[in-house]
């Protein structure tokens, strides 16, 4: 069983940055890719950015290209996500994810394997 767990999220004015963290329980991302999802109240849980096993790879939804980067440190097997220029509607309940998938670039919910408890991060306007 893998176990996530993220943080680094909180309160943050509108242009602001945080880096939200993921450490996982064993050496997961070096086996897993990585993976970070939100959940705005009444919104659906959605594809934020990924990261493929190797590190080599990584992409992200068009609302947030350009802004947030995401990166991992398999020696610590921990992945995070720097977010800059954060806005009001980044607003979310912030998920860490790993993938057991090989191939691709995982983007879907049903595509990832275990799951963080999330973190609440807040941008006011």
């Known amino acids: 069983q893998v176990q996530l767990v993220e943080s680094g999220g909180g309160l943050v004015q509108a242009g602001g940055s945080l880096r939200l963290s993921c450490a996982a329980s064993r050496r997961t991302f070096s086996a897993f890719a990585g993976g970070w999802f939100r959940q705005a109240p009444g919104k659906e849980r959605e594809f934020v950015a990924g990261?493929?096993?190797?590190?080599?790879?990584?992409y992200y939804a068009a609302t947030v290209k350009g802004r947030f980067t995401i990166s991992g440190d398999n020696a610590k097997s921990t992945v995070y996500l720097q977010m800059n220029s954060l806005k009001p509607e980044d607003t979310a309940v912030y998920y860490c994810?790993?993938?057991?998938?090989?191939?691709?670039?995982?983007?879907?919910?049903?595509?990832?394997?275990?799951w963080g408890q999330g973190t609440q991060v807040t941008v006011s306007s």
């Open positions: 994810a790993a993938s057991s998938l090989r191939q691709g670039t995982p983007r879907k919910n049903a595509e990832y394997d275990y």
């Open positions: 990261i493929s096993r190797s590190g080599g790879q990584t």
